[in-house]
């Protein structure tokens, strides 16, 4: 750790130790190098578990924030947020992973040149860099982003993640990340389905697709409304149509209560053959138009927008 602490900052009150870390833990410059890290006696790893969504992160004193995070339906992922924008001149930044001081045996390690994005958010990193991050910090080492802080880059700035108070944290990130769906709401919040003629039967396709719909549910407690609505070519009396567009909702409903979804979620509707998309005027047009819609409405009223 290379930081300069006074020991005033731990003979005061909570009140004025913030302020006294502040002032009094600053970076210090070795061989042209700035460092930021956090004093190892105040390293804290912040796991988060919200709205489908996982984070862990990790503030650095003087410097801004580092997160590890995924979303359901989306990469695990790594960034880097600064208090102000980058504005650096170079262009790439060297990480590495090393052991800690009391661990002197330890072999480090280099994990390559990452690119320097401009902007508050000057590093993002991939799943499988991510991944290698989480690794060597799970392992106890520190990790390390080192880039030119100067025109002349004689000057260097160095970034570090420490290890410690690590683990604990890791276990409930990961806990997070194993209750993810596969999918994330844009995957489902809209879904055409399409029937035989003169039909309300559902195909294994359409079974297929309101299994992965069922699951998913049960996994998003935000979707608060699901409607389905019933729609029919213009063969047959008008009246008629409308009814099987009736039945074709509910039998949608029907499979999916079977699978456990809730029956009040539910709004059925029914439009007949009144909402062609396509011409009834050729056999295509007709089987294309045998259909229903399946929206998912979130909490606030989010779902998909257009004709279907």
Not at 26 to 52: G, I, M, R
Not at 65 to 77: D, V
Request: aromatic fraction near 8%; charged fraction near 25%.
């Amino acid at each position: 750790m290379k930081y300069r602490c006074s020991p005033v900052a731990h003979r005061h009150g909570k009140a004025a130790l913030g302020l006294a870390l502040l002032l009094l833990c600053t970076p210090l410059l070795q061989a042209n190098t700035q460092y930021f890290q956090a004093p190892l006696n105040a390293v804290k790893w912040e796991p988060s578990a919200e709205n489908l969504h996982c984070s862990l992160s990790h503030d650095i004193p003087l410097y801004g924030r580092a997160t590890f995070a995924q979303s359901a339906g989306h990469e695990l992922g790594f960034r880097m947020t600064t208090k102000w924008s980058s504005g650096l001149n170079a262009k790439q930044a060297r990480l590495r992973a090393m052991p800690p001081e009391w661990r002197p045996q330890a072999t480090g390690q280099n994990l390559g040149e990452v690119r320097i994005q401009p902007g508050n958010t000057p590093f993002r990193l991939d799943e499988p860099l991510t991944r290698r991050l989480l690794m060597a910090l799970q392992n106890g080492m520190e990790v390390s982003f080192t880039y030119p802080a100067g025109l002349d880059g004689r000057n260097h700035t160095r970034v570090s993640l420490p290890g410690v108070n690590f683990r604990q944290a890791m276990d409930e990130f990961v806990t997070c990340l194993a209750r993810l769906p596969v999918y994330d709401f844009a995957d489902f919040r809209d879904t055409v389905v399409h029937f035989a003629a003169g039909n309300d039967g559902l195909s294994p396709k359409i079974h297929q697709r309101l299994d992965a719909i069922a699951k998913y549910l049960g996994t998003d407690p935000t979707v608060k409304k699901i409607i389905i609505e019933g729609h029919t070519d213009d063969i047959g009396q008008y009246r008629d149509n409308g009814k099987l567009g009736q039945q074709r909702s509910e039998a949608i409903r029907d499979y999916l209560r079977a699978l456990g979804v809730p029956a009040d979620k539910f709004e059925l509707r029914s439009f007949g053959e009144r909402r062609p998309i396509y011409t009834n005027t050729t056999d295509k047009g007709r089987a294309r138009n045998r259909r229903a819609h399946i929206t998912l409405v979130r909490e606030g009223g989010e779902q998909a927008g257009g004709q279907h």
